[in-house]
């Protein structure tokens, strides 16, 4: 079988199972089988595949024919330009992320000796992208999973961060050691969905993606109530809160933080023109 018939054949198959964007997940998984960038397979339609490239092939299709997510089968994906390694320990980052990673690294940029906390790490992507983007930025990274620190340890160091970044196990703030802070940006994409909710999500997200990194509470808030509650004691003067969240959350948002003495400077939107990232400072 060819390179061609090969990707014929497997964008037939899962657009039998429903998968959105066969063809192009069909030439990703086969790339990631040759270990050849994805544009050079058009340059090699002919080659014939080995047996053992057919049953790899073959068993990564079956895999995502299942549901299961494109990342977690090639085993990384790409957050701000950086390869980031993902596994069912870790939330696979959304490309909406890579706009709050940016936003915070803009203000560290502007901001002497800064210094950030990411909470809820998952595979480390917002740290690791806030040190490389902003070097002289120190930061701490937490999460209560200690699988998930261990991807986001691996991901800091195969970008040469590790050294700038210090990893916190830990479901809450109160877990920081007493010499680390306070902070110039307090950074989160934590977790938003009603509980009653989960359920309902794409196969990729609800049986794939940890709980943990979803479960936001009975309305998706209770995260959101517990930074407003204890970030500000951790910011240092003019420092920032900056936190995504889901669809049609901005106003329950927006009132929590109020509620806790907190300025909302500024409502980013999505690449949808959605609501997506909100910004506050202490009063």
């Given at each position: 079988?060819?390179?061609?018939?090969?990707?014929?054949?497997?964008?037939?198959?899962?657009?039998?199972?429903?998968?959105?964007?066969?063809?192009?997940?069909?030439?990703?998984?086969?790339?990631?089988?040759?270990?050849?960038?994805?544009?050079?397979?058009?340059?090699?339609?002919?080659?014939?595949?080995?047996?053992?490239?057919?049953?790899?092939?073959?068993?990564?299709?079956?895999?995502?024919?299942?549901?299961?997510?494109?990342?977690?089968?090639?085993?990384?994906?790409?957050?701000?330009?950086?390869?980031?390694?993902?596994?069912?320990?870790?939330?696979?980052?959304?490309?909406?992320?890579?706009?709050?990673?940016?936003a915070g690294w803009t203000f560290l940029a502007q901001t002497s000796?800064?210094?950030?906390?990411?909470?809820?790490?998952?595979?480390?992507?917002?740290?690791?992208?806030?040190?490389?983007?902003?070097?002289?930025?120190?930061?701490?990274?937490?999460d209560v999973s200690p699988d998930a620190l261990l991807v986001a340890?691996?991901?800091?160091?195969?970008?040469?961060?590790?050294?700038?970044?210090?990893?916190?196990?830990?479901?809450?703030?109160?877990?920081?050691?007493?010499?680390?802070?306070?902070?110039?940006?307090?950074?989160?994409?934590?977790?938003?969905?009603?509980?009653?909710?989960?359920?309902?999500?794409?196969?990729?997200?609800?049986?794939?993606?940890?709980?943990?990194?979803?479960?936001?509470?009975?309305?998706?808030?209770?995260?959101?109530?517990?930074?407003?509650?204890?970030?500000?004691?951790?910011?240092?003067?003019?420092?920032?809160?900056?936190?995504?969240?889901?669809?049609?959350?901005?106003?329950?948002?927006?009132?929590?933080?109020?509620?806790?003495?907190?300025?909302?400077?500024?409502?980013?939107?999505?690449?949808?023109?959605?609501?997506?990232?909100?910004?506050?400072?202490?009063?």
């Amino acid at each position: 079988m060819t390179v061609l018939e090969s990707i014929q054949k497997s964008t037939e198959f899962l657009q039998k199972k429903g998968i959105d964007s066969p063809r192009l997940h069909a030439e990703l998984l086969l790339a990631h089988v040759l270990r050849l960038p994805r544009m050079k397979l058009y340059l090699a339609f002919e080659r014939v595949l080995t047996a053992p490239e057919t049953d790899a092939l073959r068993e990564s299709v079956r895999r995502r024919a299942l549901r299961e997510p494109l990342q977690h089968i090639v085993g990384t994906t790409s957050f701000c330009g950086f390869e980031i390694s993902v596994n069912r320990h870790t939330l696979v980052p959304r490309p909406e992320t890579e706009l709050l990673a940016e936003a915070g690294w803009t203000f560290l940029a502007q901001t002497s000796s800064p210094s950030a906390l990411d909470f809820g790490t998952g595979t480390g992507c917002i740290a690791i992208a806030l040190a490389s983007k902003c070097p002289a930025a120190r930061v701490a990274a937490l999460d209560v999973s200690p699988d998930a620190l261990l991807v986001a340890q691996a991901n800091a160091e195969r970008h040469c961060v590790a050294d700038r970044i210090q990893f916190v196990p830990g479901s809450g703030l109160e877990a920081l050691p007493p010499d680390v802070g306070p902070f110039d940006l307090i950074i989160s994409n934590p977790p938003y969905i009603p509980s009653s909710e989960i359920e309902t999500l794409e196969p990729e997200v609800r049986d794939f993606d940890p709980r943990l990194a979803l479960d936001g509470g009975t309305d998706g808030l209770d995260f959101y109530r517990r930074l407003a509650n204890e970030a500000g004691a951790l910011l240092k003067p003019q420092g920032k809160l900056m936190v995504e969240f889901g669809d049609g959350q901005c106003d329950a948002i927006h009132n929590i933080c109020s509620a806790q003495k907190w300025i909302v400077d500024e409502i980013r939107e999505d690449y949808t023109r959605r609501q997506r990232i909100l910004i506050a400072r202490r009063e």
